[in-house]
């Protein structure tokens, strides 16, 4: 890793981060692109900012994401996390994905990269439309794994309809409780959120 | 009416449209106001314009609509027909709701103001967020007229969160269809999708 700054280790025990160590620096460039992304939008952020942030050189982002879509979509906490949310009994499904976007967007809206896509793709920026689209197939793939594990793949069967509904339905709640943020959804306690938006996704992907 | 224009009706028979007609100066407004909000946003139109464009003054679109905001809420096509959309059998409530807003989108999406307002409230705009409010208190009033006819509204009942749930679904639906273009919602031909949107709409007022 020619790009890796120069370690400087501490002698006084194993240093928290190691300086060469991948995944530090992927852990801090993901945690720098996440602000930038949340500041400045996905059109208007360049990896040589995210760079800047996370203290590493341009060509180390390139070498660990390829682009700066891939960055991105490592970087949005619920796409990133939605193997290990989804798996589990497939009849509980809705349970969870309800359960962990709550959560994630309860924990830090401000610098949840998807509230910054939903501005830009309200500004016609058709970069962030792509990427709504692209973490749609992404759900799509896992709730397809957790549903039918047994069978293959079916393109173009109801079940694409269905993510992309359930995709509907969390992007109308996020616009509602943390952009426009309105009444009752914006003061809503999390815990009865969930209850509505498990309700909810059950009937979409079940129905 | 002191302030329409000069009446200048041709001899042979009588025009379509009289010029003192309060009607005709009303429909004139509204439909100028549609144009004008969908193409500059809430914040940036002006009375001064949508008068302009209407052929009207100033001083009778304040007397027809009193302000701004309550001539956009004239103005937007679900908000203002909402009462006789709503209007009949409360168990097929979901049913016109979703046929409505899917036929009102399909007919010209690129001049509805609800677009126009998700994508200023996507801008921080607190006037389109305080619109978005008000259009959803008018729904839980409609929706509550018809749902239970015979008793007195409830305030803060179960009803005016499920009616903000709706409006989400609503508002995801048409940023995924109208403004993302994301598919395969943005391509679903509108009966399909009515039937999709009827489904989850049932279960978000009665499940």
């Given at each position: 890793?020619?790009?890796?700054?120069?370690?400087s280790e501490s002698a006084d025990g194993p240093p928290r981060r190691r300086r060469r160590d991948?995944?530090?620096h992927r852990a801090a460039i993901i945690e720098a692109a996440r602000h930038t992304f949340a500041e400045r939008g996905y059109a208007r952020t360049t990896l040589r900012e995210i760079?800047?942030?996370a203290g590493v050189t341009h060509g180390l982002i390139t070498r660990h994401f390829a682009s700066k879509e891939r960055l991105f979509l490592a970087a949005v906490p619920g796409n990133r996390d939605l193997e290990q949310v989804a798996a589990g009994?497939?009849?509980?499904?809705?349970?969870?994905?309800?359960?962990?976007?709550?959560?994630?967007l309860e924990t830090d809206a401000v610098n949840d990269p998807l509230i910054a896509l939903l501005r830009s793709a309200a500004s016609d920026e058709?970069?962030?439309?792509?990427?709504?689209v692209a973490m749609q197939e992404h759900s799509a793939v896992v709730y397809r794994s957790v549903l039918s594990p047994g069978e293959s793949p079916v393109p173009g069967d109801d079940l694409d309809t269905r993510v992309a509904l359930v995709g509907a339905q969390m992007i109308g709640v996020?616009?509602?409780r943390?952009?426009?943020?309105?009444?009752?959804?914006a003061s809503m306690p999390p815990d009865r959120l969930t209850e509505h938006l498990t309700r909810i996704l059950r009937q979409i992907l079940f129905g």
């Open positions: 890793m020619n790009d890796a700054e120069p370690a991948p995944e530090g760079a800047r942030r009994d497939p009849e509980t499904l809705p349970d969870r994905i309800a359960a962990a976007f709550v959560r994630r058709r970069a962030a439309a792509h990427l709504l996020a616009f509602s943390y952009i426009a943020r309105t009444e009752p959804l």
